[in-house]
C-alpha cells in the first residue's frame, strides 16, 4: 500500500546514456513533483504536473523531460547523461485542496 | 524571492535532551511552512505543517514547531530526544501560487549521543 513509489530505488550508468525514472502514486492527486537532492543534500524542485499538465519547469538542462501519461504517473526521462546528473531524484505528490506533498524513497542516480 | 535558511549545519544533543531546531524564511505574505525528515537513504517524511490559525503546531513523533511572524521563523522542537531521531531535518515554505512549490533550506544533521 505504498503511497508514492519510485523505480529504480538505484540507477548507476555511464555518462552519454539515456535512462529513466518512474513515478506512480496512489493517492488520487492530481498533483506531482520532482525535485532533485545534491550531494549536499540541497532540494530544489526541477517539474510539476498537474492532471497531465506541466505547470512548473524550473531551470533545467533540455535533456530532462518529464512525461505524464495520467494523473497517476510522472516519469523522468534524462538523455545524454553528465556526471553533475549524479544526485537522488525524488518524486512527490498533492491533493487539490492540500498543501503538504508526500515524497516518494527517491531514486539514487549515479553517472560514472 | 521566497528563501529558507536554516543556520544550523550540525547539532548534537545527548539522548533525553530537549531539542531546537532553527529555520528563518523570507515570504511576502503569510506562508505555509513545513518541517521534514529524512532518515539516512530515505525519502521525505512530513513531520508537521503551519498554514494559519494557532501559531504553535503539533506533529509526529512528539515534535512541535511554533511560527513567530516578527521574527520570520518556524523553529522545530522536541522535549525528549531519542536515538531513532538522528536524521536530517528540513524546513520548507511552498509558494502560494497554482504550483505550491516547496522552497527548501539547506537541512539541519542532527546527531544523538547515547
Known amino acids: 500500500d505504498t503511497a508514492v513509489s519510485q523505480t529504480p530505488k538505484y540507477l548507476v550508468t555511464q555518462m552519454g546514456n539515456d535512462k529513466s525514472i518512474k513515478c506512480e502514486q496512489n493517492?488520487?492527486?492530481?498533483?506531482m513533483y520532482w525535485y532533485k537532492q545534491d550531494s549536499k543534500k540541497f532540494l530544489k524542485i526541477m517539474f510539476s504536473?498537474?492532471?497531465?499538465?506541466?505547470?512548473i519547469n524550473e531551470t533545467v538542462p533540455n535533456r530532462f523531460s518529464p512525461k505524464s501519461p495520467d494523473k497517476a504517473h510522472l516519469n523522468l526521462h534524462i538523455n545524454s547523461l553528465e556526471l553533475g546528473d549524479s544526485a537522488v531524484y525524488f518524486c512527490?505528490?498533492?491533493?487539490?485542496?492540500?498543501?503538504?506533498?508526500?515524497f516518494g524513497p527517491g531514486t539514487r542516480l549515479t553517472v560514472t | 524571492a521566497q528563501s529558507v535558511t536554516q543556520p544550523d549545519i550540525h547539532i548534537t544533543v545527548s539522548e533525553g535532551a530537549s531539542l531546537e531546531l532553527r529555520c528563518n524564511y523570507s515570504?511576502?505574505?503569510?506562508?505555509?511552512l513545513f518541517w521534514y525528515v529524512q532518515s539516512p537513504g530515505q525519502g521525505l517524511q512530513l513531520l508537521l505543517k503551519y498554514f494559519s490559525g494557532d501559531t504553535l503546531v503539533q506533529g509526529i513523533k512528539g515534535f512541535e514547531a511554533e511560527f513567530k511572524r516578527s521574527q520570520s521563523s518556524f523553529n522545530l522542537r522536541k522535549p525528549s530526544v531519542h536515538w531513532s531521531d538522528a536524521a536530517e531535518y528540513f524546513c520548507?515554505?511552498?509558494?502560494?501560487?497554482?504550483?505550491?512549490?516547496?522552497?527548501f533550506g539547506s537541512g539541519t544533521r542532527l546527531l544523538v549521543r547515547p
Open positions: 504536473y498537474n492532471n497531465k499538465e506541466l505547470i
Open positions: 520548507a515554505v511552498a509558494r502560494m501560487d497554482s504550483s505550491y512549490k516547496l522552497i
Open positions: 493517492l488520487g492527486h492530481d498533483t
Open positions: 512527490a505528490s498533492r491533493p487539490t485542496k492540500g498543501n503538504e506533498q508526500y
Open positions: 515570504y511576502g505574505a503569510t506562508p505555509y
